[in-house]
C-alpha cells in the first residue's frame, strides 16, 4: 500500500481497494474475503492518513 501511495496519484481509497477487494477477487473468495460486510472474513488493519498502523483485529481480537 505504501508504495502505491507513495509513487502513484492513486486516492488512498483505491489503493486500499487494490490490496483489498481486487486480489479476492482474482483468487475467487470475493463471496466471503475482500469486504467489511456481515458474514465476510474480515482482518482489520487501522491506520492513519500517513498509513502508520494505529490498530489490528483479527477474528474480533484487538492485536496489540
Known amino acids: 500500500i505504501i508504495n502505491v501511495s507513495s509513487y502513484t ?3 488512498l481509497y ?3 481497494k487494490m490490496a ?3 486480489p479476492s477477487k482474482f483468487c475467487m473468495v470475493d463471496d466471503w474475503k475482500g469486504l467489511i460486510k456481515h458474514g465476510y472474513d474480515a482482518g ?3 491506520f492513519d492518513e500517513h498509513i502508520d498502523i494505529k490498530k489490528v ?3 474480533g481480537k484487538v492485536i496489540n
Open 14 to 16: 483505491e489503493v486500499v
Open 57 to 59: 483485529i483479527i477474528n
Open 9 to 11: 496519484n492513486y486516492e
Open 44 to 46: 482489520l488493519v487501522i
Open 20 to 22: 483489498t477487494l481486487n
